[in-house]
T-cell receptor, first 112, second 112 residues
Framework: NAGVTQTPKFRILKIGQSMTLQCTQD?????MYWYRQDPGMGLKLIYY???????DKGEVPNGYNVSRSTTEDFPLRLELAAPSQTSVYFC???????????FGSGTQLSVL | DQQVKQNSPSLSVQEGRISILNCDYT??????FLWYKKYPAEGPTFLIS?????DKNEDGRFTVFLNKSAKHLSLHIVPSQPGDSAVYFC???????????FGSGTQLTVLP
């Protein structure tokens, strides 16, 4: 039972570098999400997708891009890393808009 | 502006006693509330939810109470067990919105 798989688990970036956080789910969920969690704060939605080919911005989308070419995969792209993007990133999926979310184990990203 | 607030960053309870975790919200449009539990180095996992048409929902040792007039919800865990030690997040959504608004979390420690 893999569920939602995120890679990598940890990453250190230099300012200005780019990277892609990978997310895959094997539950055939239509909805997928990217959240970030800063220390002492709640999770904030970056982007979400309601199906392949459809994405939309969440609360904090600046500095990020996403794509959804398949039901299973929802990668998050950071183009020009900034220290403000130091955070823990969680990918999640669900069967619908008001259904419970299934989260991956997170990616700890540090931008130095 | 935090629309969902968990004012207690931490709570310690003796094993076997009741744990009460509190959550306040400011947006009267929220009509669906969820609690998630998070262990270190893992993603949050869904615990229990409640719709605004109810004032109570139970699932085993977990009960969520909703007081709409006070814009307050609470999670009761009875009896508390050491395995319940985790960070608990409350979250809220409104209408058909696909975004969840999370609180900042409460670290629960159940002492043996």
């Amino acid at each position: 039972n893999a569920g939602v798989t995120q890679t990598p688990k940890f990453r250190i970036l230099k300012i200005g570098q780019s990277m892609t956080l990978q997310c895959t789910q094997d539950m055939n969920h239509n909805y997928m999400y990217w959240y970030r969690q800063d220390p002492g704060m709640g999770l904030k939605l970056i982007y979400y997708s309601v199906g392949a080919g459809i994405t939309d911005k969440g609360e904090v989308p600046n500095g990020y891009n996403v794509s959804r070419s398949t039901t299973e995969d929802f990668p998050l792209r950071l183009e020009l890393a900034a220290p403000s993007q130091t955070s823990v990133y969680f990918c999640a999926s669900s069967t619908g808009a008001r259904e419970k979310l299934f989260f991956g184990s997170g990616t700890q990203l540090s931008v130095l | 502006d935090q629309q969902v607030k968990q004012n207690s960053p931490s709570l310690s309870v003796q094993e076997g006693r009741i744990s009460i975790l509190n959550c306040d919200y400011t947006n009267s449009m929220f009509d669906y509330f969820l609690w998630y539990k998070k262990y270190p180095a893992e993603g949050p996992t869904f615990l229990i939810s409640i719709s605004s048409i109810k004032d109570k929902n139970e699932d085993g040792r977990f009960t969520v109470f909703l007081n709409k007039s006070a814009k307050h919800l609470s999670l009761h865990i009875v009896p508390s067990q050491p395995g319940d030690s985790a960070v608990y997040f409350c979250a809220a959504s409104k209408g058909s919105a696909r975004q969840l608004t999370f609180g900042s979390g409460t670290q629960l420690t159940v002492l043996p």
